[in-house]
């Protein structure tokens, strides 16, 4: 089992704030230098607790200005590794989750505008298993 202490966890908080934070300066948060600090961050990315870092993008800036979370329905009881097959061709589709519920799963899309959604519902609607699907436009970010 994985061990991390309130060192690890401000280390997590403070990159999860802003994860182009130096080490130097993350040292300094946290009370370390920048080799035990360097070290620590390459132990968490090692031991998968850092699972990357990554860029909060504008999605509408780009050109995707619809997002929707779209449940899922199947025939019968499938999988989550053939749900995420299922989904893994579909670009739009940018996560995907198993959920209790009514719902086999619940995938998160993202679209340039509605027609563009339309189709990607049709993708995910024209699926072998898939029953039906039911989604809901996300408005804004709260």
């Not at 699926?127 to 996300?138: D, E, L, N």
Request: proline share 4%.
């Amino acid at each position: 089992m994985l061990r991390i202490d309130d060192i690890d966890r401000k280390i997590i908080a403070s990159l999860v704030e802003d994860g182009r934070r130096s080490l130097a300066a993350l040292g300094d948060t946290v009370g370390l230098s920048v080799a035990a600090t360097k070290r620590r961050v390459d132990r968490l990315v090692r031991d998968g607790v850092i699972r990357g870092f990554t860029a909060d993008v504008d999605h509408a800036a780009l050109g995707w200005s619809i997002e929707a979370f779209v449940e899922v329905y199947c025939e019968g009881r499938i999988p989550p590794e053939k749900m995420r097959t299922m989904v893994a061709p579909i670009p739009e589709v940018v996560d995907a989750f198993t959920v209790t519920g009514d719902a086999d799963g619940v995938l998160l899309v993202r679209c340039s505008d509605a027609g563009h959604l339309e189709q990607v519902l049709g993708r995910i609607r024209n699926h072998p298993g898939v029953t039906r699907t039911r989604s809901a436009i996300i408005l804004s970010h709260l």
